[in-house]
């Protein structure tokens, strides 16, 4: 099993920047792909962007040239770069592993606690 752990939520204004990290321990080898979520009260929960072991990107249409996923694989951590957050990007967010690159409707590993974002105007 692997544990995933979000940190590095908080309130910004719009314009500013913030990191998200997400720290996975355990049987990490599930981990050639890992992505980041977000819900939004009233929403269901949504694809932010993925990763996958080649490094390959995807983003949700609405956080691209704003948003950069990353991984640091000696620390087994996964980071969520939001540059210029919007209001409509306050959310919690989550991280987990997806199926694979393209099925990443369904995730292998329970939610976890996530990290709240809120963004103000």
């Known amino acids: 099993q692997v544990q995933l752990v979000e940190s590095g939520g908080g309130s910004v204004q719009a314009g500013d920047s913030l990191r998200l990290s997400c720290a996975a321990s355990?049987?990490?080898?599930?981990?050639?792909?890992i992505g980041w979520y977000r819900k939004a009260p009233g929403k269901q929960r949504e694809l932010v962007a993925v990763?996958?072991?080649?490094?390959?990107?995807k983003y949700t249409d609405s956080v691209k040239g704003r948003f950069t996923i990353s991984k640091d694989n000696a620390k087994n951590t996964v980071y969520l770069q939001m540059n210029s957050p919007k209001p409509e990007d306050t959310a919690i967010y989550y991280c987990?592993?997806?199926?694979?690159?393209?099925?990443?409707?369904?995730?292998?590993?329970?939610w976890g606690q996530g990290t709240q974002v809120t963004v103000s105007s």
């Open positions: 987990n592993v997806p199926i694979d690159f393209t099925t990443t409707h369904f995730v292998k590993f329970r």
């Open positions: 355990g049987n990490i080898f599930d981990l050639n792909v």
């Open positions: 990763i996958n072991s080649d490094g390959r990107r």
